[in-house]
């Protein structure tokens, strides 16, 4: 069964950093493209990063030089560093596993809320 389960999500104050994993189970993890999306209150789902099969990654423009994806094969885990959190970051966090041919496969979301 493939599953992505992901964690760290919580309220944080402006300007703080959280740390996001998403582990994943039943799935060749080391072949998928990795990322990570979100959605905030009244807003569509969007792409915040990937990391592909061989380590390159790509960032939406307000998250560049804050945050940073990185993944980790042996323990099947992919995680986002989100360091200078500003309110506008708040949404719920999605883990997804992409790969040509094959179904993608999401993670239930973690909440992310910044706020004084």
């Known amino acids: 069964q493939v599953q992505l389960v992901e964690s760290g999500g919580g309220l944080v104050q402006p300007g703080g950093s959280l740390r996001l994993s998403c582990a994943a189970s039943?799935?060749?993890?080391?072949?998928?493209?990795m990322a990570w999306y979100r959605q905030g209150p009244g807003k569509q789902r969007e792409l915040v990063t990937r990391?592909?099969?061989?380590?390159?990654?790509a960032y939406l423009d307000s998250v560049k030089g804050r945050f940073t994806i990185s993944r980790d094969n042996a323990e099947k885990t992919v995680y986002l560093q989100m360091n200078s959190l500003k309110a506008e970051d708040t949404a719920v966090y999605y883990c997804?596993?992409?790969?040509?041919?094959?179904?993608?496969?999401w993670g239930q979301g973690t909440q992310v809320t910044v706020s004084s």
């Open positions: 997804n596993a992409a790969l040509s041919g094959v179904r993608d496969t």
């Open positions: 039943g799935i060749g993890f080391r072949l998928y493209t």
């Open positions: 990391i592909t099969s061989d380590g390159r990654t």
